[in-house]
Structures are given as C-alpha cells and as structure tokens.
C-alpha cells in the first residue's frame, strides 16, 4: 500500500510541479547540490524553470545491449557474444535481498517519495550551504536510473560518457523531468528492475545477472545474503570498490551496506554480524565469450554467423540498422550446424594437416536442397596468436564474409562446363580427339569480344591422348577435351551456367573473368561456394545458397526474419544426374578413387592448379556435399616437396592428397545415416 500511496501523492506532486515549474527548478537547483556555483554563475530560477517546460516528454525505456547466443542445429551453445556483457532478467528472477540492499544504500526513502525526495534534498541542502560545497548529493534512484540510461546510451565513447556524467543545473533538470515521467508511468518494482539489469558492476559486468555470474557464479535470484550486500555496494564506485583488485575496500563497502540493512530493520543485527563475519567469498568467473572460445574448430562458422548479421538485408536495410541490431544483442541464433558433421570435418582437417606448416586445408560441407551449412573449418585454428598459428581469416568463405582472396579452383570446374554443355544440346557422347597439348580453340564472351586461338592448353599427363567421350575425359580430367567442350558450348553459356551456380565474382569480390581458362578452374572462388555448386548436382539441379541460420529470436522472444536459401531450379533433372554419374566414375575408377566411400554412393572431382599450388576434391552423396582444399595461403608456392601432415609430400594431386581429408571427413558425418543413391543414369 505504500507504494500505491507514494505513486499516487507522485503523479499530483507531478502535475503541480508542471504549473508551478520554478519550484521545481528550486528543488532541482537544491539537489543538484550546488547552490554557490549557481549563484556565482547567475542562473536564475525563471530560466531553470523555462528549460524545464520546454524539455521534451518522450523518455523512454531504452532497449538495453546484452549478451546473444549463437547455437548449433542441436541446440548446443557455440559461442556467447556481445557488445556488453548483460542479461536482462525480470524482477522475479532477482533476489529480494539485492534489491534491499541497494534501496536501503542508496534511496532508504526510496518507496516514499516520488520523483524527488525533498527530505533528502533539504538535508543535503543544509549540510552542502554550511559548508559551501558539493559534499552530498540527494538524487533518488529513480534519478540515478535516468542518468544511467544516458550513460548506458553513450556506450563506449569516453567524450559522450563524459557528458553523460557530467553533474550541470541542465542535466539535473533533465534528469528530474524524466524522473517524473517514469514514476508516472512505472512501478517501483520496475524502475529497481530497471536499474539493476542497466547498471555497470565493474569487470566488464553489466546488469546485476551478469554480476552474480562474473563474482560469484551463481544466478542474480540465488545471491545470498553477503553477496546482495556486495554487488549493491559495489554499484557506487565499480573501480574503488572493486572486489578483484581492491577486496579490502570491498569488504568494507560491504559490510556498511550490511550495516545499513539491520539499522533499518530489514534484517536483524545478528543477521548483519554474521554476514560481517564472512569472507567475500568470490567465485570470480572469467567472461565467456567471442567466437575465439568456440570448439570444435566452430570459431569460423562463428564469425561467418556474425558476418551474415552484419551484412544481410534480413538484418537490416542498412550497415547501421544491422549494427544496431548486433550491438544490442539479445538474440539467440539457431544454426545450421550439425555437431556430428563438425567434429568429424574438425578431426579430419586438424589430423592431415597441422597447424604450424606452410600449407593449410580448409573445408565446408552443404546440405543438397537447403543449402544449409553443416560444417566448415580448417587446419589453422581461430584467433589472433601468430605463435599458435591461429588466424581469422576463414579460408572457407569470401573476403566480404570474413575470408581472403580464395583459390584456383583447378579441375573442380569441369562439371559446371559439362553442365552447360548439356544444357546446350550437346550430349555425354560427345567426343574429341586430342594431342597431349593444343592451341586454345577460338571462343567470344557474352559480350561478343573474341579469343583468337593463341597459347597452348595441355593435359597433366603426356599419357592423355586419342579419343574421349565426355565421361572418359571427366575420369581422367583431360584438359585438351574440356577446352574443345567449352569452345563448342560457347563462352558464354559456361559463364550463364556459372552465374546460376552462384559464382557471380571472385572470393575477393573482383569481376569473374569469362576467358578460356575458365574450364581449368582460373577463377579464385572458395571452398563453400564449390561445396554448394556440387550440391546442386546431388539435389538434380535445384540450386540453394548456402545458409547458416536457420531462426533468429530477439530479447523480446519474438522472430526475426533471416536469410533464405532462395532455392531454384538451375539445370534440368537430367543434366544434373548424368552429371552424377560422371562424377561417380571419378571416384569409382578415376583421379578420385583415393576419396570413394565406402557403402555408398559418391561423385565427385579432383582438382589440381599449376605447379601444385593448390589441390581440390569437390564430392557429394545423396545427403552431403563437400569441398576441400589444400593450398600455400602465403603467396602460394608449389606443394610438391612441402612438408604436409609431418610428411614430405613428393607430388601434390587432388586425388591423394585433398581426396582422403575429404573421405575421412565425410566418413564421419555420415556415420550413422542411412546410405541413399543416386538415380541410374546409363553413360556411353
């Protein structure tokens, strides 16, 4: 009842102060507390008052920025992120004790009055003019909510905290103005919830959940008696009394709180002794979060996830709005991750590869007909630790989502020139005869430009001539036919198929080059972007982009949009499956076979550049597809003779050296998951 009272008695006071708004300004004057530095500045109470009636209404309770949760697609945590460290709890979900405290510390009265607590203004008053300083203040909690909200809204700009803090007749008025509005629109209970969850608790620990965690490692509803006591002195002066650096001053701090509590009667005095008589107690809990502490090498998918946040219109129509929408947090962020599909992809590139050799692999797999992300990582783990050989460049995505410049595809770009090729008409039993190297057939690109025949392309293998139908030469990878297949299928169609793949540019976002080096794999694109192009094949044409959140939800519990995979169909069901079944015969008895599976179906490519300097097996099943690299990521230099997995390799191919992390790889994924086929398709 008392504080339906003191709300009632508030909003009459409330109203009268707004006809009589030099009285006001008198009561905001006397607490700002500062009455010889008004005088000597010559404020008078008229203009106190007429900035008071022109100061605007509208305060409202900001939306505060606070921890968001990135989950897996089993609802496992991969990492904690955010701006501030804060958990916004309702008032049920804090313990009583801390919020005795913390009246009974800083506004005893607090339930008594309302906006302004004049007692507590004429107090500060007398002792303040007899002294003729700023010793005491008199600002209610409701005050000192307002203010935190302004020092809460000016982040981590010192110039604007400054401001913020800043004790001016103007900013008392301010502070006093929307005091009143609160307490016209809120509940005690409300206004000390608020407080408690915007309030700084020193070690990076905003809100009172955040700081039971960090000191004592329980909930902010579990905090017993001694601990309340702390966190609600705490909250005067987080560095002085900061209980990490400075526990003495801590306990002391403490133990007045405590003091305070018996003295008006809300515990007993034997209650405050004992507590007294306690030790701090801390449990303190070092903050956890950031992509760096994810597992299972999840730190890439990590940052990607923060990347799509940032840079997707679901999120935001502009770069601000989607900051804002990251910054303030809240979100819990449900992913495409599968945690079976990442420890094996994780087990896999760690076990070929090691952290501290020149060359790194890096590899992602998609789900056919969703587009859905199921694993990514690498051999280098996530960080900033040159000396750990950690990075943060995702080896598997574009330089716009966290990525570098991308990889020379090599062979890997066969297929989608097959794809054209029989989208164009031309059939599986197309043949060409061929020398071990030719002169590059003349081709135009789509906007008409000619190559003349000029340069030479050539096969890997002197070996690699005579008669090839268009599933021989994908087995094998011969050069010679593919450029005689890109010829007859035009440029330009290649480059249309490529487009509908979702390669629109280089990973380093520079133009596509539509050349005749295309079919040989010449563009710099990624390991995600190739997994989700043989994802197309296995879903028999539909095209997804890749996706890795799957639903987003705010810190009110409502939905977020979120990205789509855009599916569609990009290919003909036939063109995808005969392409299948090209791919088939590349692990059944071609470059891949060292990448088959074994008990069930799979298809896919080798993949080896000039030199060595990057090699590739891009694969798919039914269920999965997968693309892996192998690659020099400093100014590529040639594989071959590098030292990789703790081994000299002699010669470096996409078969024997990228096809056994990505069988190991997906070996594991699928562990446990019904083998699925692929449609008969009978080749020539």
């Known amino acids: 009842m008392a504080e339906k009272r003191a709300g009632r008695g508030m909003r009459k006071f409330g109203h009268g102060l707004r006809l009589i708004g030099i009285s006001v300004v008198a009561g905001v004057v006397a607490a700002g507390i500062a009455l010889p530095a008004v005088a000597a500045a010559g404020l008078g109470a008229q203009s106190a008052a007429d900035d008071f009636e022109n100061l605007p209404d509208d305060f409202k309770t900001p939306a505060l920025s606070q921890a968001s949760t990135i989950l897996d697609a089993q609802g496992g945590t991969i990492a904690t992120v955010y701006d501030r460290d804060r958990t916004v709890v309702p008032g049920d979900q804090i313990s009583p004790l801390v919020k005795t405290a913390l009246v009974d510390?800083?506004?005893?009265?607090?339930?008594?009055?309302?906006?302004?607590?004049?007692?507590?203004?004429?107090?500060?008053?007398?002792?303040?003019?007899?002294?003729?300083?700023?010793?005491?203040?008199?600002?209610?909690?409701?005050?000192?909510?307002?203010?935190?909200?302004?020092?809460?809204?000016?982040?981590?700009?010192?110039?604007?905290?400054?401001?913020?803090?800043?004790?001016?007749?103007?900013?008392?008025?301010?502070?006093?103005?929307?005091?009143?509005?609160?307490?016209?629109?809120?509940?005690?209970?409300?206004?000390?919830?608020?407080y408690l969850n915007i309030t700084f608790f020193g070690e990076k620990a905003y809100g009172v959940e955040a700081a039971a965690r960090r000191y004592f490692g329980v909930h902010a509803k579990d905090l017993t008696l001694p601990q309340a006591?702390?966190?609600?002195?705490?909250?005067?002066?987080?560095?002085?009394?900061?209980?990490?650096?400075?526990?003495?001053?801590?306990?002391?701090?403490?133990?007045?709180?405590?003091?305070?509590?018996?003295?008006?009667?809300?515990?007993?005095?034997?209650?405050?002794?004992?507590?007294?008589?306690?030790?701090?107690?801390?449990?303190?809990?070092?903050?956890?979060?950031?992509?760096?502490?994810?597992?299972?090498?999840?730190?890439?998918?990590?940052?990607?996830?923060?990347?799509?946040?940032?840079?997707?219109?679901?999120?935001?129509?502009?770069?601000?709005?989607?900051?804002?929408?990251?910054?303030?947090?809240?979100?819990?962020?449900?992913?495409?991750?599968?945690?079976?599909?990442?420890?094996?992809?994780?087990?896999?590139?760690?076990?070929?590869?090691?952290?501290?050799?020149?060359?790194?692999?890096?590899?992602?797999?998609?789900?056919?007909?969703?587009?859905?992300?199921?694993?990514?990582?690498?051999?280098?783990?996530?960080?900033?630790?040159?000396?750990?050989?950690?990075?943060?460049?995702?080896?598997?995505?574009?330089?716009?989502?966290?990525?570098?410049?991308?990889?020379?595809?090599?062979?890997?770009?066969?297929?989608?020139?097959?794809?054209?090729?029989?989208?164009?008409?031309?059939?599986p039993s197309q043949s060409y005869t061929t020398d071990y190297s030719i002169p590059w057939p003349a081709m135009k690109d789509c906007s008409g430009a000619k190559f003349p025949s000029s340069g030479q392309v050539h096969n890997d293998s002197q070996s690699l001539t005579g008669q090839f139908t268009m599933k021989t030469a994908m087995a094998q990878s011969v050069n010679t036919y593919f450029a005689k297949l890109e010829a007859d299928t035009g440029l330009c169609n290649v480059a249309q198929m490529t487009n509908k793949l979702g390669i629109t540019q280089q990973a380093g976002g520079e133009k596509l080059q539509v050349v005749p080096s295309m079919t040989l794999g010449s563009n710099d694109l990624t390991p995600l972007t190739m997994a989700a192009v043989y994802a197309a094949f296995a879903a028999h044409g539909t095209y997804c982009a890749p996706t890795a959140i799957t639903s987003v939800t705010g810190p009110d519990g409502k939905p977020l949009a979120v990205p789509q995979a855009n599916c569609s169909s990009v290919m003909s069901t036939d063109t995808a499956d005969t392409v299948t079944a090209m791919l088939k015969g590349v692990v059944d008895d071609g470059t891949g076979k060292m990448a088959g599976l074994t008990g069930r179906d799979s298809a896919g490519k080798t993949g080896t550049t000039n030199e060595s300097r990057q090699v590739w097996f891009v694969g798919y099943t039914p269920e999965m597809a997968g693309a892996t690299v192998v690659s020099d990521t400093d100014n590529p230099k040639p594989l071959d003779g590098q030292k990789i997995g703790g081994k000299v390799i002699d010669q470096a191919f996409g078969g024997t050296l990228a096809g056994p992390i990505w069988r190991d790889a997906m070996d594991g994924a699928l562990d446990g998951t019904r083998a699925g086929t692929f449609p008969p398709v009978q080749l020539p």
């Not at 010192?158 to 103005?177: D, H, N, S």
């Open 229 to 427: 006591a702390m966190l609600a002195g705490l909250e005067q002066s987080p560095t002085n009394y900061d209980p990490v650096v400075n526990p003495t001053a801590a306990k002391e701090r403490r133990d007045t709180v405590l003091r305070k509590m018996a003295e008006y009667g809300h515990i007993t005095k034997e209650q405050a002794q004992q507590a007294i008589a306690t030790p701090l107690g801390l449990n303190v809990q070092a903050p956890q979060q950031g992509c760096i502490l994810a597992k299972q090498g999840e730190g890439f998918f990590c940052d990607y996830v923060r990347k799509v946040v940032l840079t997707d219109p679901a999120f935001g129509k502009t770069a601000a709005e989607r900051q804002a929408v990251w910054k303030r947090g809240g979100l819990q962020i449900h992913t495409t991750l599968d945690p079976k599909a990442q420890a094996a992809l994780y087990t896999s590139v760690t076990g070929h590869v090691n952290a501290g050799e020149q060359a790194a692999t890096a590899m992602s797999i998609v789900e056919p007909g969703t587009g859905k992300i199921l694993a990514m990582g690498q051999s280098r783990p996530y960080g900033v630790d040159d000396k750990q050989h950690q990075t943060q460049i995702n080896y598997n995505a574009t330089k716009a989502m966290g990525g570098g410049l991308g990889f020379p595809t090599g062979s890997t770009f066969k297929p989608i020139v097959a794809a054209a090729a029989l989208e164009s008409g031309l059939t």
């Open 105 to 194: 510390i800083e506004d005893n009265r607090f339930y008594e009055h309302g906006a302004i607590d004049l007692k507590g203004v004429l107090r500060a008053v007398d002792k303040n003019a007899s002294s003729g300083t700023t010793a005491q203040g008199a600002s209610t909690l409701t005050q000192q909510y307002v203010k935190n909200v302004f020092v809460d809204e000016a982040g981590d700009d010192p110039a604007k905290v400054q401001e913020a803090q800043r004790q001016t007749i103007g900013r008392k008025i301010q502070e006093l103005k929307y005091a009143i509005k609160l307490e016209e629109t809120l509940s005690k209970d409300q206004i000390l919830t608020n």
